[in-house]
C-alpha cells in the first residue's frame, strides 16, 4: 500500500494529466454522438418533406451518421494520445480501393441521389433520357426503370441519365404540337390556312390560350409549306397530332388542296432511223 502511495505521489501529475485526456475524449465521443443524431434527425427530416423515398433517407441518413462518428472516435482516440494517422491511412487505402473497384455503381448511385434530390422527373412522367424515350415507373439507387411506347420494360443506369440531356414531357401542363403541311404551289393558299383553320377550332382538345399559329413557313422546292402550331394539354398530344394530320389529309382531298410528294419523269426518246 505504502508503494502505490508513494507511486501516486511521484507521479500524481502525470496520472492526472492523463485523466484529464481521458475525460476529454469522452467529452467527445458524447458530444461528437449527440452531434451526429442530431444532424441524422435534421437530415431525415429534411429529406422527407423533400418526399425522398424512405429507403434512400434511412440509408444516406446512416451514411452521414457512421462518418461522423469515425471522425469523432479518431478525435477522441487522438485526444488520449492514440496515433490516428496509420488508422486514417488505412481507412483512405481502404476507402481507394473500394471506391476504384465499385467506381461504375459509385457513380450510378451518386446519380440516383442527384435525381432523388433535385428531381427532374418523377414516377409516370414522360422523358427522353439516357438515350431512352419512355415513361418512368420506378427511381431507384442505382437505376431508373423505364416503360418505352411499345410497353418494353427498359433499366438504365442512373449515370446514364444525368450524364446526357434530360427533356421532361410531362413537366409542363400544357405543349405545342409543331405541324409542317406542305401544299402545292397551285393550290388555293387561303383557302388551304381557313381548312386548317377550322380544324383546329374545331377540335375540343385545342386550347384557345395560348391562340394557335397558322403561318407560311417557308417556300421549298416543291411545295409551300405551312406552320400549324396548336395548344393542347400534355395528356392529348399524341391524339391531336395524329388526328390533325388524318383530318388535313382527308379535308384537302375532299377541297381539291394538292399535298406534293416526290416524283420523277421519265423521257424516252427514240431515235429515227432513216
Not at 487505402?93 to 433535385?118: C, E
Not at 433499366?155 to 444525368?162: C, D, E, F, G, L
Not at 398530344?237 to 394538292?258: H, R
Request: hydrophobic share 50%; glycine share 6%; proline share 3%.
Amino acid at each position: 500500500m505504502e508503494k502505490i502511495t508513494q507511486l501516486f505521489e511521484e507521479n500524481h501529475e502525470l496520472l492526472l494529466a492523463y485523466l484529464l485526456q481521458l475525460v476529454a475524449a469522452i467529452v467527445i465521443f458524447y458530444v461528437g454522438r449527440m452531434v451526429a443524431k442530431a444532424l441524422r434527425r435534421f437530415l431525415e427530416k429534411s429529406l422527407l418533406k423533400r418526399s425522398v423515398d424512405k429507403a434512400v433517407v434511412s440509408f444516406v441518413c446512416g451514411i452521414v451518421y457512421a462518418v461522423i462518428m469515425i471522425a469523432t472516435v479518431l478525435m477522441a482516440l487522438s485526444q488520449v494520445g492514440v496515433q490516428t494517422t496509420s488508422f486514417i491511412a488505412i481507412l483512405g487505402a481502404a476507402g481507394l480501393a473500394i471506391g476504384l473497384a465499385l467506381q461504375g455503381s459509385l457513380a450510378n448511385f451518386a446519380s440516383g441521389i442527384l435525381i432523388i434530390l433535385f428531381r427532374p422527373f418523377k414516377s409516370g412522367d414522360f422523358i427522353d433520357a439516357g438515350g431512352i424515350t419512355g415513361t418512368v415507373d420506378k427511381i431507384e439507387i442505382f437505376q431508373t426503370i423505364m416503360k418505352t411506347p411499345d410497353n418494353k420494360l427498359v433499366i438504365v443506369p442512373n449515370a446514364q441519365i444525368t450524364g446526357s440531356a434530360i427533356t421532361n414531357y410531362s413537366a409542363e401542363a400544357t405543349r405545342r404540337v409543331d405541324l409542317t403541311i406542305g401544299i402545292s404551289y397551285d393550290s388555293d393558299l387561303r383557302k388551304a390556312k381557313q381548312i386548317l383553320e377550322d380544324i383546329i377550332k374545331n377540335d375540343d382538345r385545342v386550347l384557345a390560350e395560348p391562340a394557335a399559329a397558322i403561318k407560311v413557313g417557308a417556300l421549298a422546292d416543291s411545295s409551300v409549306n405551312i406552320l400549324v402550331r396548336p395548344w393542347v394539354k400534355s395528356a392529348d398530344y399524341w391524339g391531336v397530332y395524329w388526328d390533325t394530320l388524318e383530318k388535313v389529309k382527308l379535308t384537302f382531298d375532299e377541297q381539291g388542296i394538292g399535298i406534293p410528294f416526290p416524283q420523277m419523269d421519265v423521257h424516252i426518246k427514240k431515235d429515227k432511223q432513216e
